[in-house]
């Protein structure tokens, strides 16, 4: 418990789910606009020290059911804080909001959602400034190298939005210090398990070239974590010698991903989708996701409110993509990540990207190869699978170069990352297995008396 905070706080609470039914409210979120998350490290005269403001409607003005704006903004101060650890800091906000009862905060940046309980509401919590004092006593006792902090929370609309563009700006200035790096420069990568709270067998190996799929932590976040708390949910990982540089293994990377999934998983390939892709936590900025019919890839990103051009929206390839498995073809991915050379590299790269909507196009534009824009297709001009293959043709596309080679005699009917099967009272899971098939007959069950089938 914190003193004056209603409901518990802790470790237990992380990884709470709260169902549309239990919520109060949210903030953020994909129905809202603008809403953003922001740490900045001032100089201490700039920073007012244990203070929590709300600039707007608190919880208790706004009606159950809202969904509002809004801005966090935490200011830090301490002789040995750098600029280098904003980032780290500010992904804290995901770990200690999570730790109240009753509160789910989920994504980062840009893209926060969080969602207060019916029940919590109930107890009490019906003031940010309860957040502001849990997130005051977290960091300052988690983290004692920041002496003065102070949280303002801005709920009024027009703040919200106003205050954005500095946000993102402090983001781009960020990712764009760590560009430039390769990975075969350094000999020791980073990885994250913050959230394993959500995927327990998930974590993140950060690399020069392939970020955070949160696209919150980049190589130099991770290197500046690991030194500012070296007990920390972010530490280094010494990447080994190198097996397949196309792939990208590393025998420091299975043996960790061994190690931190308790087994579970051996072996990582950072730069492909298939075969032992990076797990995928359910923070991942987008999705990369395979289109059997046309050989290529199609990436969705989190505010993308339609379906994609295979039918499918976000949130329904979100559940097969999420939950630290690893899945062929469905693939967590951040968007910074998209801009890097090492992207996909061992599944043919932009080669065999074909759909992506144009928010993301116009977004990445300037770090895409020449002609890659003009030759994928976006949503206008691909809805539907039979689209997507006439654009590719008459874009002169690389993948349908693939369509007229050889099918393999057998190729998986289905890929999953662990499948049940109830048989005999006994519980099977196949895990990773690839299911072959000469015939597949799908039949509709009639809800039976108990609503489960007859
Ligand atoms: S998505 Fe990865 S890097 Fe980001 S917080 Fe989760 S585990 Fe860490």
Known sequence: MIEGVPVDVGLANEGERIRKQEMRLEFGGPGVGAKWELVRVRPPEA????????????IRDLPEGARHPLGILIDVA???????????????????????????????RYDIWIRLSKKAFAAGFDTLEYLGRVLLSLFRSELPIIEAMQVTFFTDP???????????SRFEARDARARGLSDEEVDTFYGCALCQSFAPRHICVITPERYANCGA?????????????????IFALEKGTCIDPTNGEFEGVNASAKERSMGEIDRVWLYSAF?????????F????????????????????????????????MADS?????????FHGVSLE?????????????????????????????????????????NEQDAGTIEELRAFLEQHDHPVVGRWMEEVPAARPLATVGSLPLEVGGYRVILKNARIYADRVIILREEPGPTGRGP
């Not at 992904?91 to 009862?101: L, P, S, W």
């Not at 703040?159 to 993102?168: D, G, I, S, T, W």
């Not at 932590?217 to 949910?233: E, H, V």
């Open 337 to 377: 990540y998209l801009k890097s050379r090492k992207f996909l590299q061992a599944d043919g790269g932009w080669d065999r990207v074909v759909w992506v909507p144009a928010e993301i196009l116009d977004r990445i534009a300037p770090f895409l190869p020449e002609g890659v824009r003009e030759r994928t297709a």
């Open 78 to 108: 301490g002789p040995a804080l750098e600029e280098d650890f904003e980032g780290i800091i500010e992904r804290r906000i995901h770990e200690y909001t999570n730790y109240v009862e009753g509160l789910m905060h989920l994504n980062q």
């Open 321 to 329: 993509t999420a939950g630290g498995r690893q899945v062929d073809g």
């Open 217 to 233: 932590i980049s190589w130099f976040d991770g290197r500046a974590a690991a030194r500012m708390d070296p007990k920390g949910p």
């Open 47 to 58: 920073v007012e020290h244990d203070t929590v403001r709300v600039v707007g409607p608190d």
């Open 275 to 283: 075969g032992h892709p990076h797990t995928s936590c359910g923070c």
């Open 158 to 168: 027009a703040e919200v939005e106003a205050r954005l563009p500095e946000a993102l």
């Open 285 to 316: 900025e987008g999705i990369a996701f395979y289109i059997p019919e046309v050989e290529g890839f199609g990436i969705v990103h989190r505010g993308y409110r339609d379906t994609t051009v295979n039918g499918l929206a976000f949130s329904t």
